[in-house]
């Protein structure tokens, strides 16, 4: 998806980075010409079209900067992971995401403030795409070469791309940990230096855009707000750390911000019935995704809470009970449900007209049906029957009625 994204980035900037003030100003002609999905990549022959040096450097600063305020002792505590994979190792994490999430946001209306020209993020952002690859590549490289000594398959190609080591760390300071957050803290900064960009030549943001960036605030102040629940998430206790999960975390904001940035280019705005169609959509998928993840990991945490008092739920032989009633009674998934109905109301606002806007809630689509199933066979591995039982129980796996 990144590599989509890529391309398409040199077709905006193709055709509207130098002439983005003509392009703004015509709304036909920035959605139907420069987002159009037929359109070709125009490459340059001038190399600082696609990397200068000064954006790299912003780059990395920033990112040490995350790595700074990860391993302060302040903004959060210091709590223990799951046990690692055959070990009985638990590592400890500091969870201060939602503090740093509010220094980066604070950061950047210092820096708009003080005319700091922080919209040449969006006029950079092929330089700064690039950048963020090469990070990539050096940083899966660097990682192949720490752990090489004891590469899991031998493949060469194979261990660098999936990674070797489950939780590169250097002390406290966790990598894998580090560059999910990170990417996510982007992401919304990102939408940020859209919102200021469409401020440029005495325009206004339209109302349309500015829930968008709202609907992705909340989705993300939410994730780091309980981030207790991101250190049991699949992500950080099984995938190893290689090029293909760097990639999922750190290009986060170079694909994730894509409805902002394509609001902001073309001033489209949805009419308001429509809008408030898509606000309470969104409340629901979020009703859905906080209230099925927050039930879950209450109950794993304590399942003699009296809130689970009326609860059916099936008894393994490892000790863990599996939930048969509220969310996790409707279907085996439900809070993958909610994440794709919040994902949908990000590209709804942007109309029909434009295909990219759609691409992260299909790319949502596709990787949480393929999760769902390799949760499931881990879950058969882990509970056996009881699993078999209420797979029974509980027949859809994600949407009731239809999946
Ligand atoms: P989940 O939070 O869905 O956890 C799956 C685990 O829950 C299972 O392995 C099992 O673990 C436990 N479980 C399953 N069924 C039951 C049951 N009936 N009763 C009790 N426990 C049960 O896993 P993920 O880490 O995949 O997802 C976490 C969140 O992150 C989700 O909301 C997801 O949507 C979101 N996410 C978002 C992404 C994005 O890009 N926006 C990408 C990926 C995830 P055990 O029994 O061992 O406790």
């Known amino acids: 998806m990144s590599w989509y994204v890529y391309s398409r980035i040199l077709i905006d900037r193709g055709k509207c980075g130098r002439n983005l003030k003509r392009t703004i100003t015509s709304h036909n002609n920035a959605s139907k010409g420069n987002w159009s999905i037929l359109a070709v990549p125009r490459f340059h022959s001038d190399i600082n079209s696609y990397f200068d040096i000064k954006t790299f450097f912003i780059l990395t600063v920033w990112f040490v900067l995350q790595c700074i305020l990860y391993i302060l002792p302040v903004g959060g505590e210091l709590v223990d992971g799951l046990q ?93 940990y580090v560059c999910f957050r990170s990417g996510i803290i982007g992401w919304i900064l990102m939408n940020f230096v859209n919102i200021a960009k469409a401020f440029d030549n005495g325009n206004r943001p339209s109302v349309t855009l500015l829930i968008v960036e709202g609907f992705q605030l909340m989705y993300v102040a939410d994730y780091f707000w309980f981030e207790d629940g991101i250190l049991v998430s699949r992500d950080i206790v099984h995938e190893y750390l290689g090029y293909n999960l760097l990639v999922q975390f750190l290009m986060i904001p170079f694909c994730f911000a894509v409805q902002t940035r394509y609001l902001m280019m073309t001033k489209y705005a949805l009419p308001w019935y429509c809008l408030l169609a898509v606000i309470i959509l969104n409340l629901i998928g979020y009703w859905i995704y906080r209230g099925s993840n927050s039930e879950k990991n209450n109950f794993r945490k304590n399942p003699n809470d009296p809130q689970f008092a009326d609860y059916e739920v099936i008894p393994t032989s490892t000790g863990k009970n599996l939930l048969v009633s509220g969310w996790w009674g409707i279907c085996r998934h439900p809070n993958y449900l909610g994440d794709l109905i919040i994902s949908l109301t990000y590209a709804l606002p942007t109309g029909f007209t434009c295909f990219l806007p759609y691409l992260n809630p299909l790319f949502l689509f596709v990787m949480l049906i393929g999760r769902e199933r390799t949760d499931g066979d881990e879950c058969s591995k882990r509970y056996g029957e009881a699993w078999q039982t209420y797979c029974h129980r509980v027949k859809y796996r994600i949407i009731p009625y239809v999946y």
Do not use: H
């Open 84 to 176: 690692i994979k055959d070990s009985r190792i638990r590592l400890k994490y500091r969870l201060n995401a939602f503090f740093v999430l509010t220094i980066n946001i604070i950061g950047f209306f210092i820096a708009l403030l003080s005319g700091i020209q922080v919209t040449s993020v969006s006029d950079k952002l092929l330089q700064m795409t690039t950048s963020g690859v090469l990070l990539i590549f050096v940083f899966s490289i660097l990682l192949y070469l720490r752990a090489n000594i004891s590469a899991k398959t031998g493949n060469c190609f194979n261990d660098w791309f999936n990674g070797v080591e489950l939780n590169p760390r250097w002390g406290l300071f966790d990598l894998k």
